[in-house]
Structure formats: structure tokens, C-alpha cells
């Protein structure tokens, strides 16, 4: 059974870069062209994509966000990461990071639990 | 405000039908046959419920059920069970700029 776990730190300075990995077990990350993805949930709120990641490291980032967010994959370690920078009050969410299902930027089957990510000084 | 439009809330009694509506535009959900649906209870993640529109991962009852007319798709979930009491999502591939978009989000209450 697949499974994915983000971590990183809960509470993130206004101004600075905030950091969370995604690591994938039961499966590997490079097989059978999977996508990866970043979605997130800012308290009472609905959801966001963030953006989405190819094992190859070809990236699709939503435009809202493009010009903050880096994500990269580690094929060895089975993980792919997400980075967010210039954050503000507003960037306090839950991440969650999944897969897409089908080809391409389709559906998310699998989800992580999510992590509670603070941005406060 | 999301890219797809959901009505806040829906209700309806223990056995009923209750249908959830997401509208986009020709460039999202009437452009694409990519339109997922996700339930979500308090404090967990989002869970799969349908995708391409109709289609029902292993393990979802065929209570629920999903079409798509032009710009709005919709989430039909008949034979309303209190566990069916949740926040439905929908999701949409967007193609332009290579987006996933989601809809606002509707808090289904079983009566």
C-alpha cells in the first residue's frame, strides 16, 4: 500500500523560506510515470494546488504561486520536496502532498496525512 | 476565490439523493473529461471519490455517482448515509498554463 509523509518544520518566520518534504513508501517514486503533487489548506478554508512535480524533475506550478515555490525530487531517497519562500501569515496552512493518479495533472489517489505549517514571528 | 464555483452547503435526510454542483468553464471543467471529486471529514485528509467525471475508485460505494454537463459537473450521492456528513471538494484539470484547479468546497450535512 502506498503511503506518503510530509515533514518539516511547523512554525516559519514571515519573510523566510518555508521547507517540507514528502517521502513515498510502498512504491517507488520513479515508476510507472507517476506525478507528484503539493496541495494545501489554510485553516477553515478550501483546498490549493500548489504545483506538481515528474520523477524526471520537469515541474508545474500554479501561477498564483509561481514566482515563490520550488519543488525538486530525490529518486534515491524517494522523496520530493517542496520549497515556498517570501511567506506571510497568509501561506499558514496544512500541506498535504499526493499522487496523481492517471497521466498527467489528473486526479490525486493518494494523499499524505498533511502537516500544519505556521507562519508567525 | 476558487477557480470553480460549489454552493456552500447542501443537506438532505438519511436515504435521500443530494446532488453537488461545481461550474467552471470551457477551459477547466467543460474542456476536459478530468473532473475529480474528494470528501473530506474534519481533521483528515481529502479522500478520492471520483475522477474522470464518472469513474469510482476501488472501495467507493456506488451510492456515489458523477456526470458532467457543458461547464458544471456534478456529485450525486444517493441513499444518504450519516457518514456521508462531510466537506465534498471538486478538482479539474485546466490545461492552459498546465493548472489544477479546485472548486470552493461544499459542506454536505445528513439531517
Known amino acids: 500500500q502506498l503511503q506518503l509523509q510530509e515533514s518539516g518544520p511547523g512554525l516559519v518566520k514571515p519573510s523566510e523560506t518555508l521547507s517540507l518534504t514528502c517521502t513515498v513508501s510502498?512504491?517507488?517514486?520513479?515508476?510507472?510515470?507517476?506525478?507528484w503533487g503539493w496541495i494545501r489548506q489554510p485553516p477553515g478554508k478550501g483546498l490549493e494546488w500548489i504545483g506538481t512535480?515528474?520523477?524526471?524533475?520537469?515541474?508545474y506550478y500554479n501561477p498564483s504561486l509561481r514566482s515563490r515555490v520550488t519543488m525538486s525530487v530525490d529518486t534515491s531517497k524517494n522523496q520530493f520536496s517542496l520549497r515556498l519562500s517570501s511567506v506571510t501569515a497568509a501561506d499558514t496552512a496544512v500541506y498535504y502532498c499526493?499522487?496523481?493518479?492517471?497521466?498527467?495533472?489528473?486526479?490525486?489517489?493518494?494523499w499524505g496525512q498533511g502537516t500544519l505549517v505556521t507562519v508567525s514571528s | 476565490q476558487s477557480a470553480l464555483t460549489q454552493p456552500p452547503s447542501a443537506s438532505g435526510s438519511p436515504g435521500q439523493s443530494v446532488a453537488i454542483s461545481c461550474t467552471g468553464t470551457?477551459?477547466?471543467?467543460?474542456?476536459?473529461?478530468?473532473v475529480s471529486w474528494y470528501q473530506q471529514h474534519p481533521g483528515k485528509a481529502p479522500k478520492l471519490m471520483i475522477y474522470?467525471?464518472?469513474k469510482r475508485p476501488s472501495g467507493v460505494p456506488d451510492r456515489f455517482s458523477g456526470s458532467k454537463s457543458g461547464n458544471t459537473a456534478s456529485l450525486t450521492v444517493s441513499g444518504l448515509q450519516a457518514e456521508d456528513e462531510a466537506d465534498y471538494y471538486c478538482?479539474?484539470?485546466?490545461?492552459?498554463?498546465?493548472?489544477?484547479?479546485f472548486g470552493g468546497g461544499t459542506k454536505l450535512t445528513v439531517l
Open positions: 499526493a499522487r496523481h493518479g492517471g497521466s498527467y495533472l489528473t486526479y490525486f489517489d493518494y
Open positions: 510502498g512504491g517507488s517514486i520513479s515508476s510507472n510515470s507517476y506525478y
Open positions: 512535480i515528474y520523477y524526471s524533475g520537469s515541474t
Open positions: 470551457s477551459s477547466d471543467v467543460g474542456g476536459y473529461n478530468y
Open positions: 474522470e467525471v464518472s
Open positions: 478538482s479539474s484539470y485546466a490545461g492552459s498554463n498546465n493548472r489544477v484547479v
